[in-house]
Every structure is written in C-alpha cells, then in structure tokens.
C-alpha cells in the first residue's frame, strides 16, 4: 500500500458524460500527478500540481481539468468523454519539489470505461 | 525529444532463474534519475528500483539489481532467482530536471514458468 487513494477504483460511463476522478495523496506529501495509462501501453503524464498550484502540463486534452484543493487533495475532471478515453488513471504523489530525488508513489488507479 | 525504448515486449524466464529487461533512453541532460517499477494484473504501480544518474555505482534492492552504463544511456534491469510474483508488466522511466516528468518506457511483459 503506497499511501495514494484513488476514488472510485471503476467508472463506467457514457459518451459525452462527465466525470470526477479524486485522489488523495500520502500523509505530508504536497505534489500530485496524474497519469493516463491506456491498454497495454506505458503511462502518459497529464498534469502536476504542486501545494495547489499547477506545476506543469504534459499531453492533458483540453477536455480534460484538474485542481488540488487546499487540502491537498486533487481531483481530475473529465468531460465530453470518447470512447478513447477508456483507459487507467492513476494518480501518483510526493514530498514536493525537492528535486530529481523524489520518487513518486502511485495509487491504485481508476479504470475508466466509456461506452 | 526524450525518449526511453523498451526493446523486448515479452521476456519469459524459469522459476529460480535469472532474467535481464533491457532499457535505453535518450536525454540531453547531465542529471536524472531512473526508475524501473513493476506493474502486476492487480495493475497497481509499484516501484522497484532507482538510480541516479551521477552515481556510478549500479542500485541493488535485494533480488533486483541495475547494469547502468550512462555513456550508452542504457538501464537494465537484472531479476535473480526469479518467483511466480515477479510476473508483471515492468516499466522502465526517467525524470528529468526541466519539469519533473516522469517519461516512461512501453513495459516488458514478464512471464515466469513454474
């Protein structure tokens, strides 16, 4: 147990739907990222925050929103969903901008199916 | 662009035995870190090993061992004494110091036959 929670660990929903992904990082750790891992296929970095600032982008659709809230806790919103949004999202945290060192702890994910 | 390169999609090893899972990445910069983590069918994410790349001692986490060789910019992963758990997607993936990005490899499927 890597300390991450993710909510809910299954989501199935309907084309042009939205959805709320929550995640919640380890005790003390102030940066959350969010990663889309698609069928049998590495993972693809969405966004990071860090102490509830946006701290970098990566192939994050513009469909596709995120916060962390001052409890540190962070949410990523997706709307209009498409099939090809399907995929695994997982949620990863650590201590903060220390640097190259951190290693970044992952949650359980949350499997999302679009029908 | 930064890329890393997973050149085997499927490695199968006998139980006990050992096994190598080859990484290679491509990088302009001087300072990173490496990572190898395992993805078993429960599909959580768990890391394995780290290394850094100003550091030329090889990391060893027990069963796990890295042959980092930074001029070649390749990272393997060496599994001892493989075990039924040890069947997984692994991952291999670096961090940068522009922006924190973890860059991620494809995976290698690992089969381990009992």
């Known amino acids: 147990d890597s300390g991450v929670t993710q909510t809910p660990k299954h989501l199935i929903t309907a084309t042009g739907q939205r959805v709320t992904l929550r995640c919640s990082p380890r005790s003390g750790d102030l940066s959350v990222y969010w990663y889309q891992q698609s069928l049998d296929q590495g993972l693809q970095f969405l966004i990071q925050y860090y102490n509830g600032e946006e701290r970098a982008k990566g192939n994050i659709l513009e469909r596709f929103s995120a916060q962390q809230f001052p409890d540190l806790h962070s949410e990523l919103n997706l709307s209009s969903l498409e099939l090809g949004d399907s995929a695994l999202y997982f949620c990863?945290?650590?201590?903060?901008?220390?640097?190259?060192?951190?290693?970044?702890?992952f949650g359980p994910g949350t499997r999302l199916l679009v029908l | 662009a930064q890329t890393v390169t997973q050149s085997q999609p499927e490695m199968s090893v006998q139980e006990a035995e050992t096994v190598t899972l080859s990484c290679t990445y491509d990088?302009?910069?001087?300072?990173?870190?490496l990572f190898w983590y395992k993805q078993p069918p429960s599909r959580q994410m768990i890391l394995v090993i780290r290394q850094e790349a100003y550091k030329q001692q090889n990391a060893t986490e027990n069963r796990f061992s890295v042959n980092f060789q930074k001029a070649a910019k390749s990272f393997s992963l060496k599994i001892s004494d493989s075990q039924l758990g040890d069947a997984a997607m692994y991952f291999c993936a670096y961090i940068r110091d522009s922006n924190y990005q973890l860059i991620w490899g494809a995976g290698t499927k690992l089969i381990i036959k009992p």
């Open positions: 990863a945290s650590s201590v903060g901008l220390a640097g190259l060192q951190e290693t970044q702890y």
């Open positions: 990088t302009s910069e001087s300072d990173y870190y």
